[in-house]
Structure formats: C-alpha cells, structure tokens
T-cell receptor, first 114, second 109 residues
Framework: NAGVTQTPKFRVLKTGQSMTLLCAQD?????MYWYRQDPGMGLRLIHY???????AKGEVPDGYNVSRLKKQNFLLGLESAAPSQTSVYFC?????????????FGPGTRLTVT | AQRVTQPEKLLSVFKGAPVELKCNYS??????LFWYVQYSRQRLQLLLR??SRESIKGFTADLNKGETSFHLKKPFAQEEDSAMYYC???????????FGKGTKLSVKP
C-alpha cells in the first residue's frame, strides 16, 4: 500500500494564481484532512471530510476550497493565491470515529507564493 | 473548544540526558491521546498512542486523567531523537484529532 500520497511535492505560485493540491489514500479511510504547517503555529486544520461527497471547515478555511468526489481523493484548491498561503500542506486520513482516531499523513506539499 | 497544550516550543538536552516533553489536554470525555514525531522535512509519523501502552524507540507516555496530561518521556536521549513532536487528542467536533503546536527537541552531542 502506498498509504497517503500528495501531488505536487513543491510548487511556486505568483500572487493571484490558482492551483489544486491532490491527496490520495488507498486505505479505504472515511475521514480525510488538510492541514497547513507554519513555524511556531504547529498544525492547523484547513478543511476536512467525513466521507465521500462531504466537506467541512476547519480552523483556517478562508482562501481555500475542497472537494471529495471520490472516497480515495481529497482536493485542496487555492483560487487566488496570496503570500500568506506560503506554507507546507499536509493531507491525512483516518478510518473514522469510534476509537479509530489515528491519522496517517502524506509527505507534504511545500508551497511558496511570491 | 477543546485544546491540546504543549508549553515548550523548544527543548534542548545533551545526549544521554533524560527527556520529558509535556502535553496537557482539555477533552473532558474519554480521552484518546497520541504522540506524533516529524523528522526534518518528513511526514508526521505516529510514535505512540496511550491505548497500546507500547514503548517505541525508548519513549513512553502515561495518561494522567487527574492532571489531564500525557507527557512523553525517554530516560536517555539520543541524537537521532532530534525532531518535532506533536501531541494530539480526540475531541474534535467531527471526530477529528486536535494537535498541539509542537515541541522541537534538539539533542546535542
């Protein structure tokens, strides 16, 4: 199993450009998450999904959109990138609730917005 | 809102010294606690979870419900332990984990 994969690994955008980050998992997990990691801020939850076709806002959702059209994929979109969105983005998945809270993380996407 | 607190941003120790990374949680229900580790420029990996009560890479953590703490300990630190450590708890409104802000452990030779 590949686990959780993310594409791309690196990206440089200019202010105002758009892009989509792709997260894929092959563990048949129900829950998927997008986090951003910034120095001194730890991990902050952007959006998450509790199942195919559902999404919900996390702690810092502004400027991002997500979609979960297929159970195995969770897309994060930036419609108009801003320098404040320069960060490392991590995707994660977990089996669901009921005691199965462990999250499995992808390798991250390093995004720079100039 | 539920919260996980890691009071130390940076912890620096010498090789062979004991290490304790602190974590306090606020979830008042049945807590499930985790420690994740992130080595330089790598993904987060699960280090241990309180349910399994395992010792991984010499690290242990005991859940203290009275003090709402889940401190991570290792009796003799190694240089390869240098990494970011995140404590996490259940209690998110949609079944998600809540992460602390992390502690950077630096083990000096």
């Amino acid at each position: 199993n590949a686990g959780v994969t993310q594409t791309p690994k690196f990206r440089v955008l200019k202010t105002g450009q758009s892009m989509t980050l792709l997260c894929a998992q092959d563990m048949n997990h129900e829950y998927m998450y997008w986090y951003r990691q910034d120095p001194g801020m730890g991990l902050r939850l952007i959006h998450y999904s509790v199942g195919e076709g559902t999404t919900a806002k996390g702690e810092v959702p502004d400027g991002y959109n997500v979609s979960r059209l297929k159970k195995q994929n969770f897309l994060l979109g930036l419609e108009s990138a801003a320098p404040s969105q320069t960060s490392v983005y991590f995707c994660a998945s977990s089996p669901g609730t009921g005691g199965f809270y462990e999250q499995y993380f992808g390798p991250g996407t390093r995004l720079t917005v100039t | 809102a539920q919260r996980v607190t890691q009071p130390e941003k940076l912890l620096s120790v010498f090789k062979g010294a004991p290490v304790e990374l602190k974590c306090n949680y606020s979830y008042s229900g049945s807590p499930e606690l985790f420690w994740y580790v992130q080595y330089s420029r790598q993904r987060l990996q699960l280090l241990l979870r309180h349910i399994s009560r395992e010792s991984i890479k010499g690290f242990t953590a005991d859940l203290n419900k009275g003090e709402t703490s889940f401190h991570l300990k290792k009796p003799f630190a190694q240089e390869e332990d240098s990494a970011m450590y995140y404590c996490a708890s259940n209690g998110g409104s949609q079944g998600n984990l809540i992460f602390g802000k992390g502690t950077k452990l630096s083990v000096k030779p």
